[in-house]
Structure formats: structure tokens, C-alpha cells
């Protein structure tokens, strides 16, 4: 017996046998599955239905799985994950830079994956009501709209944020002056530890850095506690309007 709707999600892989198996197992889950073979049938689907969540194949003929997280990121925030069949973390950095809120390596584990379903779903649907009591929120001269995920500075302009960027950003203002290290971190933004070798946190906050300004070398806003993890330091201010 399948489980009441849960919400439905968007899978994208050339492989027909990676998409059944992928349904299959999502329907009995409880969740709404619709299939796309490459991008032109992705944004197809995404432009008829309201989609929860995309999981989103790295080698796709066409426009690869990168190249469609760039472009959905400059019409959409619907959470994705990247499903990649290679073992190098750079395929994990790259789509975590670009957009992508989660990952997960072919093989991968069917318990796993729907682990992650759930942690992200229930994450964005927690932002989403967080948000609607506190949606802005200001820290050294940023103004930071989390309903629109747009970040603006009088002398730096305006910044869209990522999927990955504004968890981060919302996750370190949440806990101001308070030090997260990356397991934290990761359980927060993913529902999971970070493993060992696992170099994405560190190059998301790095990411982060740049995107406000803030020095790499000397950063003032976002500051790296030796052996410990990172705290934002500034005076933070939330407000309805």
C-alpha cells in the first residue's frame, strides 16, 4: 500500500532503467513521480505542474546536468539534488557551487536517498514558514529578504542566492556569533554529517565569503575558528516588513 502524497518530484536521467527503479521506489514512499529523458523534457514538465524537488543526473545528452542546474536557478528555487556516477568530490563541489542543495554517487543506497528526500523537503517547507514571521533580516550593511533570497548592500548591489548559498547564509544569521562546525553544518543544510573527506562545506562558505564581499584571507564577517568550524559576527536585526 502506497503513503498519502508527500509531495512531487521531478527525476531527470537519460536512463530509462535509473528512472522505473527511481519511480517505483519514490511512488511507494508516498511521493508524486514524473520522469524527463534530458533538459527540454525537464523544463517542459517543470513549466506544467508544480514540482517539489528535481533529481537531477549529471551526464545528460544536451545540456548537461550542470548547465540545467544554472539555468533553473534564474527562474526557480525548487530544491535539487545531483545524482553523479563519479567518485571524484569535484562533481560534488561544482553542483553544490551552482545551485544544488544536495548530492548523492550512483550506486547509490534506496534508504539514503530517501533520507535526503525527506530532510530537504522538510527543511524548505521549515524556511518557508520561519520566513514568513521574520523575512528580513539585516547584518553589516546587507539587507536580506528570505522570502525572494535576495541579498542587497548599498555599495555592492544586489545578489540572488543559490539553494546551498542561502542555507548557509540563513543557518549562520540564525545562529549569529554562535560557532557551527561542519558536521553542524551539514546536518543543518542536509539532514546528514559531513563525512571525513568531504571538502564542500569548507568551499561553500568560501563561496559565501566572496559573494558578500568578505575577505578570504581576513574575513571579518564569516570567521574561521581554528579546530572548531565558522561564526558569523555581526550585529543581526530581524523585522516583518
Known amino acids: 500500500m502506497t503513503e498519502p502524497n508527500k509531495g512531487h518530484i521531478l527525476v531527470v536521467d537519460d536512463d530509462a532503467e535509473i528512472r522505473d527503479l527511481l519511480s ?3 511512488c511507494r514512499a508516498g511521493y508524486q513521480i514524473s520522469g524527463a529523458e534530458d533538459g527540454v523534457a525537464m523544463f517542459k514538465l517543470f513549466e506544467q505542474d508544480i514540482i517539489d524537488l528535481i533529481i537531477l543526473d549529471i551526464n545528460l545528452p544536451g545540456d548537461d546536468g550542470f548547465t540545467l542546474c544554472q539555468k533553473l536557478r534564474q527562474r526557480s528555487d525548487v530544491p535539487v539534488i545531483m545524482l553523479t556516477a563519479s567518485a571524484d568530490d569535484m ?10 542543495d544536495d548530492y548523492i554517487a550512483k550506486p547509490f543506497n534506496p ?3 530517501q533520507a535526503r528526500i525527506k530532510a530537504l523537503l522538510r ?3 521549515r524556511s518557508l514558514s520561519d520566513n514568513k514571521s521574520n523575512r528580513f533580516i539585516e547584518f553589516s550593511d546587507w539587507r536580506f529578504d528570505t522570502l525572494t533570497r535576495v ?3 548599498p555599495k555592492h548591489g544586489t545578489l540572488e542566492l543559490s539553494g546551498a548559498d542561502y542555507s548557509l547564509l540563513k543557518l549562520l544569521l540564525d545562529n549569529v556569533n554562535q560557532v557551527l562546525d561542519r558536521d553542524a553544518i551539514s546536518d543543518a543544510i542536509r539532514g546528514r554529517e559531513a563525512s571525513p573527506l568531504d571538502r564542500s562545506i569548507d568551499v561553500q562558505v568560501s563561496r ?3 559573494r558578500l564581499q568578505d575577505n578570504g584571507k581576513h ?3 564569516i570567521k574561521t575558528v581554528r579546530g572548531q568550524g565558522y561564526v558569523l559576527t ?3 536585526h530581524f523585522s516583518h516588513e
Not at 562533481?91 to 544544488?100: F, S, Y
Open 24 to 26: 517505483t521506489l519514490l
Open 123 to 125: 527543511r524548505t517547507q
Open 111 to 113: 534508504r539514503q536517498l
Open 91 to 100: 562533481d560534488q563541489v561544482i553542483g553544490l557551487e551552482i545551485g544544488a
Open 219 to 221: 574575513p571579518k564577517l
Open 151 to 153: 541579498v542587497e548592500h
Open 208 to 210: 559565501l565569503r566572496q
Open 234 to 236: 555581526s550585529e543581526v
